[in-house]
T-cell receptor, first 110, second 113 residues
Framework: DGGITQSPKYLFRKEGQNVTLSCEQN?????MYWYRQDPGQGLRLIYY???????QKGDIAEGYSVSREKKESFPLTVTSAQKNPTAFYLC?????????FGPGTRLTVL | SQQGEEDPQALSIQEGENATMNCSYK?????LQWYRQNSGRGLVHLIL?????REKHSGRLRVTLDTSKKSSSLLITASRAADTASYFC?????????????FGSGTQLTVLP
């Protein structure tokens, strides 16, 4: 899992609540990414950031928000507007086109 | 969007056999990468092949790339039980204003002892 940490490992949310997933890296990478993975499927890009204070929507950004105030940190907020948030969330950073992934957070909506 | 599509979706082999997984994609790419994911964990980068390369080796891994057919294959030789995992291809291409990786749906490899 390299120098990327994600917390918590498991997260349970009641419907209507916002939750924030943490992602921290000590690899000094500029680019960071959030992906969503559903059972038996590949990764879908939610948001990405190429530099501090800048981020762009990916393919499935609706119902999610991010911030990039520090190079090391790229938190993801799953808002109540995300209708089907139960999934495995993966954060990554990259350099020279190669991505390094965190261990993931499994979010379950109760 | 899932640009890369892997085939087969699942593969079960005996230890010592070779495992071959295929990936097809749709648009021009800078490079193609293969990643491995153990159950419930993050992905780990295995190998990268550039668009001007045709074959690349790394240990027991061999990757081929055919840009005319927009396809790649990953061969794992002399497989071990520890190779059991999901394997994903990812295409590196410019989408919008930035380079992005687009992942396929993966091949679940099971190596039986």
């Amino acid at each position: 899992d390299g120098g990327i940490t994600q917390s918590p490992k498991y997260l349970f949310r009641k419907e209507g609540q916002n939750v924030t997933l943490s992602c921290e890296q000590n690899l000094n990478h500029d680019a960071m990414y959030w992906y969503r993975q559903d059972p038996g499927q590949g990764l879908r890009l939610i948001y990405y950031s190429q530099i501090v204070n800048d981020f762009q929507k990916g393919d499935i950004a609706e119902g999610y928000s991010v911030s990039r105030e520090k190079k090391e940190s790229f938190p993801l907020t799953v808002t109540s507007a995300q209708k089907n948030p139960t999934a495995f969330y993966l954060c990554a950073s990259s350099i020279a086109g190669i991505s390094f992934f965190g261990p993931g957070t499994r979010l379950t909506v109760l | 969007s899932q640009q890369g599509e892997e085939d087969p979706q699942a593969l079960s082999i005996q230890e010592g056999e070779n495992a071959t997984m295929n990936c097809s994609y749709k648009t021009s790419i800078n490079n193609l990468q293969w990643y491995r994911q153990n159950s419930g964990r993050g992905l780990v980068h295995l190998i990268l092949i550039r668009s001007n390369e045709r074959e690349k080796h790394s240990g027991r891994l061999r990757v081929t790339l055919d840009t005319s057919k927009k396809s790649s294959s990953l061969l794992i030789t002399a497989s071990r039980a520890a190779d059991t995992a999901s394997y994903f291809c990812a295409t590196d291409a410019v989408r919008g204003s930035a380079r992005q990786l687009t992942f396929g749906s993966g091949t679940q490899l099971t190596v039986l002892p």
